[in-house]
């Protein structure tokens, strides 16, 4: 990404100290005993025209993050701005114009499909909703659309079944793109395809991106694909952005411990190339019950007594690259430094 561009440093979505909380409920009148945290008090910006890899364990809150974002299940409490307007104060003809420039791809392509309905009639349901063009002009879109992703004409009438893994998740990115979105949010969006379809998927992504001035929140699990198409990364660890920067500062030079873990994980190509694993100890503690401190600690090998008892903020590291993470113990920060 050129940060040198006005525009990429300007944030498109910005969220503040946001919470995605899931009541517990038990007994005979199912009373709330507890909350699931699945997000608990993230900040975050995303720049125009930049991709954003948002990587963690599965269960970490990642998919949550990014529905909440869209307001699909909004926040338990925080705000989240698009453009600089609070989302949560817009009535409801301004949310619903705000739909056409905010648009998900899902991560299973076939169960976000409706069975049955043919695709152009799917692709062309945000066309109808927010009463672009007429008949003919809808038509027009989607058959323009459908070739932009590399799909036939004739393809129009035939339902999901009748299409591979790869063309299905096609035609999710049509529907996403019909509306003229400026900011996408892909949720795992190439995991459930086969290596080769994954590389023609991510590669359309990029071309897509360029022709139609598009931002992109990536979720996944996987981080070759983070690396190969992201600008910045942000690691999530139990609802909580534990580390965030450019991709070459997170791929080369992790500070996190659980950054650390995750990157030492990560397959190499190059069988005479060999990395130390991190293996971490414990299993990833319950989000109705997260650890005080940092929610890292009881697994941490490097945790003191400091890290039990006191949440670390994020804190930079890079001033000229960006690099920030929540870590007591990162080498080179300060105490009470300025983010």
Same mark, same amino acid.
């Given at each position: ?10 944030? !498109? =979505? ?8 899931? %009541? =517990?409920?038990?007994? =005979?009148? +199912? +009373? ?7 997000? #608990? ?33 909004? %926040? ?17 003809? *301004?949310?619903?114009?705000? +739909? ?40 027009? !879109?989607?058959?323009?659309?459908? *070739? ?7 393809? @129009? @009438? ?11 998740? +096609? ?6 793109? $019909? ?7 892909? /949720?795992?969006?190439?995991? *459930? ?8 998927? &991510? ?18 699990? /996987? &981080? ?10 942000? $690691?999530?660890? &139990? ?10 500062? @997170? ?15 990560? %397959?190499?190509? /190059? ?15 319950? %989000?109705? #019950? ?27 590291? /890079? ?9 007591? &113990? ?10």
């Amino acid at each position: 990404m050129n940060t040198e561009n006005s525009q990429t440093v300007r944030s !498109l =979505v910005k969220v503040k100290n946001v919470t995605k909380y899931f %009541p =517990v409920r038990s007994g =005979v009148f +199912r +009373r709330t005993t507890g909350n699931v945290k699945a997000v #608990d008090g993230v900040d975050l910006d995303v720049f125009y025209g930049e991709t954003l890899g948002l990587v963690g364990e599965s269960g970490c809150g990642k998919s949550t993050l990014g529905r909440a974002m869209m307001y699909l299940d909004p %926040p338990t409490s925080g705000s989240i701005e698009y453009e600089g307007n609070s989302i949560a104060d817009m009535d409801r003809r *301004a949310r619903k114009q705000l +739909r056409r420039k905010i648009q998900i791809m899902f991560q299973d392509p076939f169960s976000s499909l409706n069975p049955r309905m043919p695709i152009g009639e799917t692709i062309s349901e945000g066309l109808i909703v927010h009463k672009i063009g007429g008949v003919k002009d809808r038509k027009g !879109l989607v058959m323009e659309m459908l *070739a932009k992703v590399g799909l036939h004409e004739n393809h @129009i @009438i035939r339902y999901p079944h009748e299409f591979s893994g790869g063309q299905r998740q +096609r035609i999710g990115i049509a529907r996403a793109l $019909v509306t003229d979105p400026s900011f996408l949010v892909c /949720d795992e969006p190439v995991s *459930a395809l086969d290596v080769s379809i994954q590389s023609q998927i &991510l590669n359309l992504l990029t071309e897509l991106k360029e022709e139609f001035q598009l931002t992109y929140l990536f979720i996944s699990h /996987d &981080l070759s694909v983070v690396e190969h198409i992201s600008d910045r990364v942000a $690691v999530m660890y &139990l609802g909580k952005i534990v580390e965030i920067g450019d991709r070459k500062s @997170i791929f080369e030079n992790p500070k996190h411990p659980y950054t650390l873990a995750l990157m030492s994980a990560a %397959p190499i190509a /190059d069988p005479r190339k060999k990395r130390e694993i991190i293996l971490l100890e414990g299993d990833v503690p319950s %989000p109705i #019950d997260p650890p005080t401190g940092c929610s890292f600690h009881p697994r941490c090998p490097i945790a003191e007594e400091i890290c039990e008892q006191v949440t670390p903020e994020l804190i930079t590291i /890079d001033g000229m690259t960006g690099q920030r993470a929540a870590c007591h &113990l990162v080498p080179g920060v300060e105490a009470g430094a300025e983010l």
